[in-house]
């Protein structure tokens, strides 16, 4: 998860079938700000490339072949 466009952390729905629930606090100065999201999957058997072993560093190119989704969320902060 970015928060404009920095990193604030990731989550893990292993234990909860792959729903997530997640609260945020809105930072930064009044104006527009942008929340983004990119869903992974680990589950699987595909030897190579083996995407459910290495690490994530993007959402679209580490799955080849997985059409995944991301979220981009715009929201503003008032005073």
């Not at 606090?25 to 995407?51: E, M, R």
């Amino acid at each position: 998860m970015d928060y404009d466009n920095s990193w604030i952390g990731y989550g893990c729905g292993f234990n909860s079938h792959g729903d997530l629930q997640f609260q945020i606090h809105a930072t930064g100065s009044p104006g527009v700000h942008y929340v983004d999201i990119y869903p992974t999957v680990y589950k699987g058997n595909q030897a190579l490339p083996n995407p459910y072993v290495v690490p994530h560093l993007t959402y679209a190119k580490d799955h080849p072949g997985d059409d995944l989704p991301a979220f981009h969320i715009a929201y503003t902060v008032t005073k």
